[in-house]
């Protein structure tokens, strides 16, 4: 039987200034705790990885927050501990978010050395106004130089974050950005449209009248406009918001798992696995997870989740992969599995959903499953049927380009 490959999540939930559109679990301020929340986290690696079957870790991601606040060795010593709880394959993809305005050559030497192969970088725009509007510490020329020295400190796979559809956002400064992060060359890019969450100033303000709406019908002119850039200069829309180059010869098999799935192979494996329905542990405060038939969440408090950790409990009795940091947990039916796959699947623009990948999964074609939601799509122009090139006897259903941006009402229909 085949070891199954799993990947690791880990939250790292500190940062200098929470930006006023941010609705992720970030704090600021509290830096003094980092060390302490390191042993918490190397503490629940251990718990989870004694009582974890065999598996094979082939990526592990750090997000945030700004997990680039973390020192090399603090890195190196997570690292260590996961190596030692749980098996990794040779060419684990390791990736790290990381803020621009907060590294140095010798971090990214410090932890390229620690065994992070894969960069994210939050960019967000290179217009100075709209950066600033963001409340981000850094501005486009310190992008350059972070992704300068990324390179010299031995990085060949990097993202750029982006965000369009911001308030009083141009087409002509959105075009500027494209630009200018196509210049520098990365392996991969993001582009998210901003959505005013509540409870961020950003949504408190919108709500006053305080700040501009974003123009729907001008975002989607930005995404139309991205897509059809990207393309041009060589970047793969394998996932409705995320590009990459393909860096296979044309001479590559092209039975390969990423190629039978029209995944370019720059594509971030690790949000592959998501985006895939497959499973992953989560280390962390606020850390979600899914793996053995659980959704389970962390703490949020850095506080709690380190008194979590540190304080005796009587856990032994938790079933794999629940720590005493979890405070909510559900155990999976097959309908939320089926559900989840179609809402995640979907995401993927060139992969779609098989048919013959949902009844291996599942025991039941996807058309005894959902006959008339997915009749009503493709009559509806949201949804669009194609042969597969390599399984040529198995449909593959996909968002059409109108679907993309009406993404939302496609996934309702699977909920």
């Excluded at 509290?30 to 302490?36: F, L, R």
């Excluded at 991969?188 to 729907?216: C, M, N, Q, V």
């Excluded at 493709?378 to 968002?399: D, I």
Aim: glycine share 6%; charged share 20%; with cysteine.
């Amino acid at each position: 039987m085949t070891t199954p490959n799993i990947s690791i999540y880990i939250h790292i939930p500190f940062c200098k200034h929470r930006c006023a559109y941010c609705d992720f679990n970030t704090y600021a301020g509290q830096e003094d705790s980092i060390p302490a929340y390191v042993k918490a986290l190397i503490n629940e690696i251990e718990f989870v990885g004694h009582r974890a079957e065999q598996m094979n870790i082939h990526t592990v991601f750090f997000g945030g927050g700004t997990p680039s606040l973390l020192s090399a060795p603090q890195f190196d010593s997570i690292l260590r501990a996961l190596r030692s709880a749980f098996t990794f394959i040779a060419d684990a993809e390791i990736s790290i978010e990381a803020n621009p305005g907060t590294i140095s050559p010798e971090k990214l030497n410090g932890i390229r050395e620690a065994g992070i192969n894969r960069i994210s970088f939050g960019v967000q725009s290179a217009n100075t106004e709209e950066l600033r509007m963001l409340e981000r510490i850094h501005d486009f020329f310190t992008v350059i130089e972070a992704v300068s020295t990324a390179r010299k400190a031995g990085f060949d796979n990097l993202n750029l974050d982006l965000i369009y559809g911001l308030p009083e956002q141009t087409s002509s400064t959105w075009q500027t950005t494209l630009q200018r992060i196509v210049d520098l060359h990365p392996e991969h890019i993001s582009a998210y449209a901003l959505t005013l969450e509540h409870g961020t100033p950003f949504g408190r303000w919108s709500s006053k009248g305080l700040l501009s709406l974003p123009d729907p019908d001008l975002a989607a002119e930005m995404y139309e406009y991205a897509e059809e850039f990207l393309e041009r200069n060589g970047y793969v829309h394998y996932e409705i918001s995320n590009w990459a180059v393909d860096g296979r010869p044309q001479t590559v098999d092209r039975s390969s798992s990423s190629a039978v799935h029209g995944l370019p192979s720059h594509a971030c494996k690790h949000n592959l696995q998501y985006w895939q329905s497959l499973p992953y542990l989560a280390f962390g405060a606020g850390a979600h997870g899914y793996a053995n038939g659980y959704r389970y969440s962390n703490a949020l408090r850095i506080k709690t989740y380190i008194e979590r950790l540190t304080l005796p409990s009587a856990s032994s009795l938790l079933p794999f992969p629940l720590s005493p940091a979890t405070v909510n947990q559900h155990k999976q039916t097959l309908k939320d599995d089926m559900s989840e796959y179609m809402l995640n699947n979907l995401r993927l623009t060139n992969a779609g959903v098989a048919e013959s990948d949902f009844r291996l999964r599942f025991g039941s074609g996807l058309l005894d499953v959902y006959p008339k939601e997915i009749e009503e799509l493709v009559k509806n122009g949201l949804l669009e049927v194609k042969t597969s090139e390599v399984l040529e006897t198995s449909e593959v259903y996909r968002l059409t380009k109108r679907g993309r941006l009406l993404g939302n009402q496609v996934f309702m229909r699977f909920v």
